[in-house]
């Protein structure tokens, strides 16, 4: 399948010869030409990459609309059609999926509101105040992006044993539990993108609150953090996405199979029998999936935003 | 912990008329509410910390507590004290970040010069506790104790009457004594003040905590201990694993042998063989030393580095070029439906990584998988059993999965390539490559390197695209450590601190996250030091 995109390479290379001085004694018809061909070239890479990126998506589509049961039978893409395997994801006590999905959505969102809250306090200070150490915590989170937290998932083990035994509330198996350790890595990238965001604020605002009389917080919470909607979104969601897929805390910390995420309860589920489950796995997929597509290609527009600003600053 | 030279303070020195601006900050109109949520939450706070304290305390943690105090009253100050306004703002993330990311590395670090893990666990009081208890056999013909349990506060104790008919109390940590105010019924004591007699139906239900104790019949270990096999008799159990203090060794009562603290966790016997379970000591850099120089270990951690860094560069190196490919071909405007191709072409960053990998391990599966079945009209590829395959699996599945991400980001910053540039040399007669590899390559170099670096790190530790694709796998048999083909550094740690086979070794595990800590800490210097990224901050 990679192959396909290296023979459109070729060919445009082919099209695009490198010797210039000869393309240009050429005269003006092979120019069209060579610009149209071009374009057919594009189209193919264009054509060629959609079908790669679309390929295993609607593969799980049709494989969760088929009833055939296992991994064999899901080989003919929408075959047949029926939404048996999505009732069955619901009605086995062994699987919860219901509680899985319940889970990560509260993990997910409570840690990205975590996420907002505490990166934007962050940034603020960073780009409103000057301050000793400042240049230092600017420097300290943009290297700590580089240690990711799963790093030290042993010690993170031991230490949510050791606070279990004090405050059974946050110990192991416990979602408290999980959510604090992922608002560990809250200040990082997303504190630097939510920082280069507001020095693009205008100050000019915040004296003119100022002269109003209004507090430091006040400025922060009715000013910065409503001119900022489109950041905050984009940190909220990549937080969201990023917990959604987290599966080595989660997995060492929950154990639970009632209080699963989505991501370690699939996996086990589907490690468990491969062929059999498969059918069922893939509606559990699809409805997993879901929310999490929605939400990217609604908020797409600020997302390629910020990435982008993080790139080209 | 910072001066403040904050705005406002500026503010306060250009606006005389009005004395004190902070002053104006805090009682700025929702004062009270701000006030009252500030002191509320700071109480909640409080109340949490006084209770850890407390406990901490009570288990004679006294360092921990001691922090949890300075910490509580170092957030107190910061918050009721004016000014230090910068830290009013920075606390609560730093907070959380101490405690979950840096304590954790630093943790991770110590463990790493420990023998923690499976067997190694406690203290070596406990350890020799446990060895006595593990050892513990019926006397034979010892006579029979009549015995009813009895609980106070959840602690369940046996209340036995000995041969000579007196009443005996005693629990797991309390040795027999006498009891003078027992209840008989005919010979039998069947209850005393204080304790409540557990019933038939109550015995049942906690029959494996009955079944799992054993009560010393004096303060020294060695005398054994009462064990009841049916809840209504005790027998005399002794140790066959005698403890002598003095010397420090455990003696086989049975076969004479000994067995000696050689500094190593453990008792080891004359042949080698260490009683399980042993206890946690420092072990300096053995843990280190041994990924090393044992035969064992090296050769699997070195196949895994090597593997690990050419994953992660191929999957930068070839998403860099797919996505920048990408963005050239789709970045014309004569393309009719660019949006949607654009929108299909990013699909697989939208969809969550956790659930790609696992439908790839699907679609590559040799026997049922649609690759195989449909593409390869029935072939019997080994896509993911074979080790070269795997890789090469494994390896294209993290362009599937990255190179969107390229590409977006590409076409953001080949868009934002002025104009007049690429103009001037197509004035100058530049082909179209020559365009691209002389003017618009190296102005993307410039926005994209510290995202290849990031990009870098990220694959570095991407444990889910491997664990979750082929768990590492093809195991590798040539060696008894539980390490596969694809195994990555991060997938090693995992597998040999919470692996499902072998003992959990968190020791061995955490001396593999600290190299690791160490490739990635130098890694990103040097590379950040060459690209200048940090100097831009100000």
């Known amino acids: 399948m990679h192959t396909d995109t290296q023979l459109a390479t070729s060919n445009l290379t082919a099209v695009n010869p490198r010797n210039h001085p000869s393309a240009r004694t050429r005269a003006q018809p092979s120019q069209s030409r060579r610009t149209t061909l071009g374009l057919v070239g594009k189209y193919a890479v264009a054509i060629a990459t959609s079908l790669i990126a679309i390929f295993p998506i609607l593969y799980i589509v049709s494989a969760s609309l088929n009833p055939n049961g296992s991994l064999a039978g899901s080989a003919g893409l929408f075959s047949q059609l029926s939404l048996e395997n999505y009732l069955d994801l619901f009605d086995d006590p062994a699987q919860p999926f219901g509680a899985w999905f319940v889970n990560t959505l509260i993990i997910g969102i409570v840690t990205a509101a975590g996420t907002v809250m505490l990166g934007g306090l962050a940034a603020y200070s960073f780009s409103r105040m000057r301050f000793t150490g400042r240049r230092f915590g600017l420097l300290t989170i943009l290297l700590v992006q580089m240690f990711p937290q799963l790093l030290a998932v042993i010690a993170i083990f031991l230490l949510m044993k050791g606070i279990g035994d004090i405050f059974p509330a946050l110990g192991l198996n416990t979602h408290a539990g999980l959510i604090v350790v992922y608002l560990g890595g809250a200040l990082g990238v997303n504190t630097y993108l939510m920082y280069g965001f507001f020095n693009t604020v205008p100050t000019s605002i915040d004296e003119a609150a100022k002269l109003d009389g209004a507090g430091h917080a006040r400025i922060f919470f009715t000013i910065i953090l409503r001119l900022s909607a489109p950041v905050l979104a984009v940190v909220g969601l990549l937080s969201f996405i990023g917990t959604v897929n987290e599966f080595v805390i989660a997995s060492v910390l929950l154990t639970d199979p009632s209080k699963k995420t989505l991501a370690v309860g699939l996996y086990q589920f589907i490690s468990q029998e491969t062929s059999a489950n498969w059918p069922v796995f893939a509606a559990g997929a699809v409805i997993a999936a879901l929310p999490v597509v929605l939400l990217f290609f609604a908020l797409q527009k600020y997302i390629v935003g910020g990435l982008t600003a993080g790139a080209v600053k | ?333 004569r393309l009719k439906f660019r949006r949607t191709f654009r929108v299909l072409a990013i699909l697989p960053y939208a969809f969550p990584v956790f659930l790609s990998a696992i439908i790839w391990s699907g679609m590559l599966n040799p026997e049922y998988g649609i690759i195989n079945q449909v593409l390869f009209g029935g072939a019997d590829i080994p896509w993911l059993t074979d080790p070269m395959l795997a890789k090469v699996s494994i390896l294209t599945v993290s362009l599937w999965l990255g190179y969107p991400y390229m590409f977006l980001v590409a076409t953001g910053a080949l868009q934002s390539i002025p104009h007049e540039y690429v103009e001037a040399a197509r004035v100058d007669g530049a082909s179209p490559w020559a365009i691209f590899r002389h003017v618009k390559l190296p102005l993307l170099m410039v926005s994209m390197a510290p995202l290849l670096i990031a990009s870098f790190a990220f694959n570095f530790n991407n444990f889910n695209l491997i664990y979750l694709l082929t768990r590492g796998g093809p195991q590798d048999i040539t060696t008894d450590m539980n390490v596969g083909a694809t195994d990555i550094l991060i997938t090693l740690v995992y597998k040999v601190a919470f692996g499902e086979t072998g003992g959990r070794d968190f020791g061995l595990a955490s001396a593999f996250s600290i190299i690791i800590f160490v490739m990635v800490a130098i890694i990103s210097v040097v590379s950040f030091r060459r690209t200048k990224a940090l100097e831009e901050l100000n």
């Open chain 2, 1 to 333: 912990m910072t001066t403040a030279t904050t705005p406002e303070a500026d503010s306060t020195a250009v606006q005389p008329p009005r004395p004190n601006r902070r002053r104006a900050f805090s009682a700025a109109t929702p004062s009270i509410r701000a006030t009252m949520i500030k002191i509320v939450s700071l109480g909640l706070l409080d109340a949490l910390a006084f209770y850890a304290a407390f406990v901490l305390t009570f288990n004679s943690e006294w360092v921990l507590a001691g922090g949890v105090v300075v910490t509580a009253v170092v957030i107190n100050v910061i918050y009721l004290k004016r000014g230090w306004l910068p830290a009013k703002y920075l606390i609560p993330g730093t907070i959380f970040l101490l405690i979950f990311q840096v304590y954790a590395i630093v943790y991770s670090g110590y463990v790493a010069f420990t023998n923690y893990g499976d067997g190694h666990i406690g203290s070596k009081e406990s350890a020799i506790e446990a060895l006595i208890d593990k050892s513990l056999v019926r006397v034979p013909e010892s006579p029979a104790y009549g015995l009813v349990i009895v609980e106070r506060l959840g602690q369940l104790s046996f209340l036995v009457t000995d041969p000579e008919g007196e009443a005996l109390l005693g629990s797991d940590e309390q040795p027999l004594r006498p009891v003078a105010d027992a209840e008989f019924a005919g010979d039998r004591a069947i209850a005393v003040d204080g304790y409540t007699t557990l019933d038939f139906s109550e015995m049942i239900a906690d029959q494996t905590r009955i079944a799992a104790m054993s009560v010393p019949l004096t303060d020294d270990p060695n005398d054994g201990a009462l064990r009841t096999p049916d809840g209504s008799q005790a027998f005399v159990y002794a140790a066959t694993m005698q403890y002598d203090e003095n010397a420090d060794t455990f003696v086989d009562i049975a076969t004479g042998t000994v067995y000696e603290d050689t500094g190593e966790g453990a008792f080891v016997g004359p042949d080698g063989t260490e009683l399980m379970p042993g206890w946690k000591i420092d072990v300096g850099l053995q843990n280190f030393i041994d990924a090393f120089t044992e035969e064992s270990i090296r050769q699997p951690l070195l196949a895994v580095m090597i593997w690990t860094f050419v994953f992660a560069g191929f999957s930068v190196a070839a998403t860099f070029a797919v996505g920048v490919f990408l963005a050239v071909m789709l970045n014309d405007e």
